[in-house]
């Protein structure tokens, strides 16, 4: 029965209720002006823009390789991939072949992102609902990813890993042992989180028919990463477009029914035990083979030279020197590349005049294509529900407004 509103009636009316900027609640400096009837949502109108901070034009003035700290700065929470995929596109404009070593290495990384960011967004999707349990099992999972990260290029979190045409190095032996300790531990924390919220009542009551989508609707906004596979459709960039050796890999892809907020949080626990699985396929495919230590390729115009070679060699003395001043050998053209990234296909479109930065740069953000969608996904939901929304979607801010 629709409700009749009476003039001068407190109750009658809509109210106005600003979701954000304020960071917890919306997981970072986006708002959404709502249009409530009560607790109800009638509408909602979001707005993005408050850390916008001109990634692609500050791209556009840099030579390549300065570009991959900015690229560390999209999604914050697995940046390896961005820059694993910033690096790629680099390599097919340039033509360079990367060797398989240096490929599986580069997976090993960009899983342990991927496991990562999925335990940020899962276990604070049960903070949202009131469980604060899961989220202190996971974080020590996650400082482990931090501390082999660390052990591999001396950072953590914006890691500014890798280098165009590889690894800046091999892993350390010291590397190797925080690697093999996590993969024993992590299975085991993985499974303890799961029984606190995969069977979990209330959890579910939360979750379950709240968010929720079509195959049809989420392809229409062209949604990818775990809210599209939420839906049921089975798109996953490692497998339609494979990169780095994933097509040497068996793995699953998780796919649920009713794109709702337990789909994707169900969607991304299995995401992470199929990151493990691939994880030690790439260490098996490495040691299978101990007496190859190649993690680069041999482009000595791209890649940097080691230190010592340059204060004793004079052509990796003008090498270096080219290299950091920016002046590479680029040909005109243009190129799209895409990794599958925590929340989705991250895609660079490049556009070369052969200069020696990039004339036009494009970064495919999968946060602001998915989050379009909001506004309908809460219509008619409760503010509790928006909430969850979306943090089950994972929307990152950095990666909305880049």
């Not at 500050?58 to 390789?65: D, G, I, K, T, V």
């Not at 260490?283 to 004793?312: C, F, G, M, R, S």
């Amino acid at each position: 029965m629709p409700r009749i509103f009476v003039d001068n009636d407190p109750q009658s009316q809509l109210t106005t209720l600003n979701l954000g900027p304020t960071h917890p609640a919306t997981h970072g400096v986006f708002q959404n002006v709502l249009k409530m009837d009560g607790e109800r949502i009638v509408s909602g109108e979001p707005t993005i823009g408050y850390i916008h901070r001109a990634f692609e034009k500050l791209a556009e003035h840099r030579p390549y390789y300065q570009i991959t700290p900015i690229t560390d700065r999209l999604n914050y929470c697995s940046s390896p991939i961005n820059n694993m995929g910033w690096h790629m596109t680099v390599e097919k404009l340039l033509n360079i072949e990367v060797p398989k070593r240096a490929q599986y290495m580069r997976v090993i990384i960009m899983e342990l992102s991927r496991i990562a960011d999925h335990l940020i967004c899962n276990s604070i999707l049960g903070v949202d609902t009131g469980a604060l349990t899961g989220f202190l099992y996971c974080m020590e999972q996650r400082e482990y990813i931090y501390e082999i990260f660390e052990e591999v290029c001396g950072s953590r979190l914006t890691t500014n890993i890798g280098r165009i045409g590889g690894m800046e190095r091999d892993f350390t032996p010291t590397a190797w042992a925080k690697l093999k300790k996590f993969l024993e531990d992590f299975p085991k924390t993985l499974k303890e989180f799961e029984n606190l919220f995969n069977r979990n009542r209330i959890f579910m009551d939360r979750t379950i028919d709240v968010g929720g989508y079509s195959a049809e609707f989420a392809m229409q906004y062209g949604f990818t990463g775990p809210c599209l596979r939420a839906a049921g459709v089975d798109y996953d960039v490692r497998v339609q477009n494979p990169y780095s050796g994933y097509e040497d890999f068996e793995f699953d892809i998780p796919i649920g029914t009713n794109g709702d907020t337990y789909d994707r949080f169900m969607v991304r626990n299995e995401e992470m035990w199929q990151s493990v699985r691939i994880i030690k396929q790439a260490i098996a495919k490495i040691t299978a083979n101990p007496a190859d230590k190649t993690y680069h390729a041999n482009v000595p115009w791209v890649y940097l030279p080691p230190k010592h070679e340059v204060y004793e060699n004079m052509e990796a003395l003008i090498y270096h020197f080219k290299i950091v001043m920016g002046e590479l050998d680029v040909p005109i053209g243009e190129v799209y590349h895409a990794v599958e990234g925590g929340n989705g296909e991250v895609g660079y479109y490049l556009v070369s005049d052969g200069g020696r930065m990039p004339f036009r740069l494009h970064f495919r953000r999968p946060s602001f294509i998915n989050y379009q969608a909001y506004p309908e996904l809460i219509k008619g939901q409760l503010l509790s529900d928006a909430i969850i929304t979306m943090s089950s979607m994972n929307v990152i801010a950095g990666e909305l407004d880049a």
